[in-house]
Nanobody, 117 residues
Framework: QVHLAESGGGLVQPGGSLSLSCAAS????????MGWYRQAPGKQRDMVAT???????NYADSVKGRFTISRDNAKNTVFLQMNSLNPEDTAVYYC???????????WGQGTQVTVSS
């Protein structure tokens, strides 16, 4: 069974930075894509950034230029560097990975990111 464990969430002031990491364990598909999603109170869960096994990235328009996703395939770890944070970025951030069929079927527990002065 695939297990994802996020870390790095916390409280940060507007304009600040935060770095998230997610380590995958278990029988993850070798070509699995990985990504970060977020869900704010009263809103749906939306894609933030994704990255394929060969490093191709995609970002939500709202975070493009501010966030950077990266991965270390040897360690089965994905990262999210978040800069210039604003209160609208406040949400629970979830790490996710695709199964053999390309669906994001595996999810972490989530880590809270709060941007407030």
């Amino acid at each position: 069974q695939v297990h994802l464990a996020e870390s790095g969430g916390g409280l940060v002031q507007p304009g600040g930075s935060l770095s998230l990491s997610c380590a995958a364990s278990g029988r993850i598909f070798v070509r699995a894509s990985m990504g970060w999603y977020r869900q704010a109170p009263g809103k749906q869960r939306d894609m933030v950034a994704t990255i394929t096994s060969d490093g191709y990235t995609n970002y939500a328009d709202s975070v493009k230029g501010r966030f950077t996703i990266s991965r270390d395939n040897a360690k089965n770890t994905v990262f999210l560097q978040m800069n210039s944070l604003n209160p609208e970025d406040t949400a629970v951030y979830y790490c996710a990975a695709t199964n053999f069929f390309g669906d994001y079927a595996y999810w972490g527990q989530g880590t809270q990111v709060t941007v407030s002065s």
